[in-house]
């Protein structure tokens, strides 16, 4: 395979080795081993795409041999004059494996027209190939003097490319941030419709609350005026008795739970009290009536079942109406 350059350019490299003495290249045996030849290996194993390890793939091993110097024929290449560290290596497969995305290309879920088949050949030819004619020149850096190659010009190149790069880079950081804060913005628009709904809700429950208030309110003073203005017709009524149905005493229970509720609210609203605070205490009170009427029916029954069966007369003893069994 022809590297580095045409054959008449590997000639006067030739040429140029004999005028200054040294000496052509020698070929390596396969059983020697080269320094930095593992570190490479493990780099090459550590990309996860080939099916064995690399020092076991003849053709990346030849590669791998001949990019750090040590070439296997008589060939010369440019990499005998001026041979390559682990570094070196690291530097080429990395960049040129990840840039060309190689990852993605060669696995098996990949069925695309550039789809890589051979990870091992693909990772050799990266070794192989020198695409600047001058044989010092390593990814745009001449070897000798450090400094950037003017006749590939690779490091220039480089830079216009991380430069695009970056500009995509941020592009999409923006776009992204732009959904982020659009996202946000309509987050922040629901929590703030459902936050006016409860409001409204509650505006709407605290009106009701004070349409009752307000009626239970002139209740109590409708009733407070008739009682000043007709003293006789309270007199009547509390000496009057009206007799509980028989018949109906879950309708009585209901009907003597709302009386008492009413009552108690106009004692609070006399008190002051308004809105959840009257609700809070109304509630209460009426659990505290409940416990005790309870009690009461539990201590009458109680009291029933002490007394012998036909010991309790009856006769013009009828029960009355606010007994609590």
Not at 51 to 79: D, K, Q, Y
Not at 185 to 214: F, G, H, K, L, M
Not at 301 to 312: I, S
């Amino acid at each position: 395979m022809a590297v580095g350059g045409s054959a008449a350019n590997q000639e006067k490299v030739s040429k140029g080795d004999q005028q200054r003495g040294r000496k052509a290249p020698q070929k390596v045996s396969e059983l020697r081993p080269v320094a930095g030849e593992e570190d490479v290996y493990a780099l090459l194993d550590g990309l996860g795409a080939l099916e064995a390890p690399a020092a076991r793939i003849s053709i990346l091993r030849r590669a791998v041999r001949e990019f750090l110097g040590h070439n296997a024929n008589a060939t010369p290449t440019p990499f005998d004059m001026y041979p390559r560290t682990p570094d070196h290596a690291a530097t080429r497969i990395l960049g040129k494996w990840h840039r060309a995305r190689g990852p993605v290309r060669a696995s098996e879920g990949y069925q695309g027209a550039d789809r890589i088949l051979r990870p091992a050949g693909y990772l050799a030819e990266i070794l192989f190939e020198q695409a600047c004619e001058l044989p010092n020149c390593e990814t745009g850096v001449l070897l000798d003097s450090g400094e950037e190659c003017g006749q590939c010009r690779y490091r220039a190149a480089q830079r216009i490319q991380d430069a695009e790069v970056a500009r995509l880079d941020a592009q999409h950081r923006e776009q992204l941030e732009q959904q982020r804060a659009e996202a946000a913005r309509r987050r922040q628009a629901e929590i703030e419709a459902v936050y006016d709904d409860a409001v409204a809700a509650n505006e709407a429950i605290d009106s009701r609350r004070a349409v009752r208030a307000a009626e239970a309110e002139e209740t109590v003073r409708l009733r407070e005026q008739l009682a000043a203005e007709h003293p006789e017709l309270i007199t009547a009524a509390v000496g009057a008795e009206i007799p509980a149905p028989r018949d109906h005493a879950g309708a009585s229970r209901r009907g003597r739970y709302a009386v008492e509720e009413e009552t108690a609210r106009a004692a609070l609203l006399r008190e002051g009290l308004r809105g959840t605070a009257l609700d809070d205490a109304v509630r209460s009170h009426m659990t505290t009536w409940k416990l005790k009427r309870r009690e009461e029916a539990q201590s009458a029954d109680l009291a029933a079942r002490a007394v012998p069966v036909g010991a309790w007369p009856t006769e013009h003893h009828q029960q009355p109406g606010e007994a609590p069994f």
